[in-house]
């Protein structure tokens, strides 16, 4: 999640931001807390995170494909170890 996203979800007046500045729909600024802003993005980097060590979706689909139960059971104790490893 960038700093843009965390403005727009944390400021939902904001509809338009250049650098670091935010503006309202009539074009005014709009002040939003930096501290808040940082703290949106801190509880969502678990995101990226995941997604980033998620097993390929293909490995399940192929093993649901051939029927191979410990394909799919790989996958998603392999997703399982990843949630843990990126706690909500």
């Known amino acids: 999640m960038n700093k843009h996203e965390a403005i727009y979800k944390t400021n939902p007046t ?6 670091d ?3 309202d ?4 600024a709009v002040v939003y807390d930096e501290a808040v802003v940082q703290a ?4 969502k980097a678990y995101i990226a995170k995941r997604q980033a060590e998620y097993p390929p ?3 399940y689909l192929d093993g649901i494909a051939k029927g191979d ?4 059971a ?5 997703c ?3 949630k843990a490893k990126y706690p909500k």
């Open 25 to 28: 729909a009539e074009g005014n």
């Open 21 to 23: 500045d935010a503006f």
């Open 57 to 59: 979706m293909t490995d």
């Open 80 to 82: 399982q170890a990843v």
């Open 40 to 43: 949106y993005m801190d509880s």
């Open 69 to 72: 139960q410990a394909q799919i």
């Open 74 to 78: 790989k996958y998603i104790a392999d």
């Open 14 to 19: 904001v509809v338009t931001i250049r650098g």
